[in-house]
């Protein structure tokens, strides 16, 4: 198989679904926060990253929810003096640190620290057939890339189905099995995951292409990782 390059990559076409939904300014917006802030809007597209626990070092990772823990109380304070809603100059703020975060939080993750064990062929089948299960059921996965240690997936939930569980049904039915079949594994996945609301179809674009271009950049071999992109034309991509 010839591997494209990140050049070949950003000149794909990349399609956009007729059911793509991108960010709404006008629309509902819900936030909550954990370690990490998390915006959510009604059939919105995401594109979220969730890891294994020994993924991070400890140490980047206490950093990094302290950042976050610095966020949460700055919007907290934003909205106990602007009537519950934040000044749009601070979202700016805010969208600048998720972009920051998101970009150390992918360098970290592409250094392939930990066990990586999702290069197992068992355990990258299990998460790509687990990420298959429900699409056209419970939200249209447009995209993903399953790595050593984390994956990537652009994903629009329907209606009735919120992103957490998703994602919990994802990590718990994994989990169980991997936990069961490796020694030394209390826990596998990290329990938060990172995402944000894609913006627009620029947006969706450039998110395709990093999923793409993710294994081409760590080097990782196609055979030790699960790629999908829907309409997409790419040797490595597997059937959805």
């Known amino acids: 198989m010839k591997v494209p390059s ?5 000149d794909l076409e990349i399609p956009i679904p007729d059911s793509f939904q991108g960010y709404n300014s006008f629309g509902e917006l819900q936030t909550y926060d954990r370690n990490l802030p998390h915006w ?3 059939e919105a597209t995401y594109f979220v990253t969730f890891r294994t626990c020994d993924s991070l070092p400890k140490r980047v990772h206490h950093d990094m ?3 976050a823990k610095e966020w949460r109380e700055k919007l907290d304070t934003a909205r106990k003096h602007h009537s519950g809603t934040i000044p ?9 640190f998720q972009r920051r975060t ?3 939080l992918e360098k970290l993750l592409d250094e392939c620290h930990g066990a990586c064990l999702l290069k197992k062929s068992g355990n990258l089948r299990l998460v790509a057939d687990a990420l298959r299960h429900f699409n056209g059921d419970r939200y249209d996965l447009f995209a993903a890339v399953i790595m050593p240690n984390h994956c990537h997936v652009v994903v629009r939930p329907y209606a009735e189905f919120e992103l957490e569980s998703i994602l919990a049904s994802w990590k ?5 099995r991997m936990e069961g079949r490796e020694k030394n594994v209390a826990a596998f996945w990290q329990s938060e995951s990172f995402d944000r609301i894609i ?3 620029v947006h969706y674009r450039k998110s395709v292409r990093y999923v793409l271009k993710n294994p081409v950049k760590t080097r990782v071999a196609f055979g030790d990782c699960w790629l999908f992109a829907l309409g997409v034309d790419h040797p490595g991509i597997h059937e959805s």
Request: hydrophobic share 35%; net charge positive; proline share 3%.
């Open 6 to 10: 990140v050049v070949a990559i950003n």
């Open 199 to 201: 913006r627009d179809e």
């Open 65 to 67: 929810q302290e950042k």
């Open 102 to 104: 998101q970009a150390k």
């Open 172 to 176: 718990s039915f994994t989990a169980r």
């Open 88 to 96: 749009e100059s601070l979202l700016t703020e805010f969208r600048i």
């Open 40 to 42: 959510r809007q009604p």
